[in-house]
């Protein structure tokens, strides 16, 4: 049996209404599971990239792939390798911060993990942050004894490292 693992896809695609339809509606059809995908205009005049983030075996990702290069507004598809491949992620966390002592706390690990307060009220703190999916967990799984209101994560975006281009 295959191994499971997760991969990176990225497409190249045209920037117009109902790709991203298009795209989510072929994962559906096949079963196979988006766990993260993020979309934006790229260098590319009137071209989109998206980042896909999905868990299968050599089979599903060739499957995947072959679907999405059958998509007229799809480019090009690239599974991008996790070791020459730049990855980050974005998150908001708003934490319960109710006196000094636990706002000074929350504040030093913001700035170990190279987190930006971004919001401060009476009783929390937002953070800002960017890593990896892994830097992030670390970070979540340090503030929850504060007690944690909301979570946003965008999902991760990459590039492949070096003179590569998709």
């Known amino acids: 049996m295959s191994e499971q693992r997760s991969h990176i ?3 190249v695609v ?5 790709v991203l339809q298009r795209v989510s ?11 993260s995908i993020t979309v934006g205009p790229s260098e590319k005049n009137g071209m ?16 995947i792939t072959k679907q999405l290069n059958k998509i007229i507004e799809v480019i090009k598809v690239r599974d991008l390798d996790p070791q020459s491949t730049v990855l980050r ?5 708003k934490t319960h911060a109710p ?9 030093q690990y913001a700035n170990i993990f190279r987190g930006r307060i971004i919001d401060v009220s009476p009783y929390s703190l937002t953070i800002e942050i960017t890593g990896t999916p ?3 967990d670390a970070l979540i799984d ?6 944690i209101q909301k979570i946003v994560r965008t999902g991760p975006t990459a590039i492949s490292r070096g003179s590569k281009t998709i």
């Open 9 to 11: 896809i990225t497409a």
């Open 25 to 35: 509606g072929l994962f559906t059809r096949r079963g196979f599971n988006i766990d």
């Open 14 to 18: 045209q920037h117009r209404p109902g």
């Open 142 to 147: 340090l503030l929850q004894s504060f007690g």
């Open 89 to 93: 992620e974005l998150c908001l966390i």
């Open 134 to 136: 892994d830097k992030i």
């Open 48 to 63: 989109a990239r998206m980042t896909i983030i999905s868990r299968g075996d050599e089979k599903v990702l060739e499957q």
């Open 99 to 107: 006196n000094e002592k636990s706002r000074s706390e929350i504040i």
